[in-house]
Nanobody, 124 residues
């Protein structure tokens, strides 16, 4: 079992920055590929960014490419999402997810564990 706890969400003005974190406990964090997803009201959960278990492979959704950065610290069992140049359309609940595999996938169904989510609200 892996427990994931997100933190760092909040309210920010458009153009601002925010960093969300996801702390993992339980099984060996470095065995898991990690990803961030988000879900806005009335919309499906969508892939935001993924990182392989070594950190050597990373991918982003087109909508956040160049603005968001995913990273991980295996020693701290934590994955981060640095969000810059935030837009109102980035408003959503952000979830981290873990997959017991070396690489990430963009489909939510591919993930074994999920955090409870953290709200990010970007005001215009």
């Amino acid at each position: 079992q892996v427990q994931l706890v997100e933190s760092g969400g909040g309210l920010v003005q458009a153009g601002g920055s925010l960093r969300v974190s996801c702390a993992a406990s339980g099984r060996t964090f470095s065995s898991y590929a990690m990803a961030w997803f988000r879900q806005a009201p009335g919309k499906e959960r969508e892939f935001v960014a993924g990182i392989s278990r070594s950190g050597g492979s990373i991918a982003y959704a087109d909508s956040v490419k160049g603005r968001f950065t995913i990273s991980r610290d295996n020693a701290k069992s934590t994955v981060y999402l640095q969000m810059n140049s935030l837009k109102p359309e980035d408003t959503a609940v952000y979830y981290c997810a873990a997959r017991n595999s070396g690489t990430y996938y963009q489909q939510p169904i591919s993930y074994d564990y999920w955090g409870q989510g953290t709200q990010v609200t970007v005001s215009s």
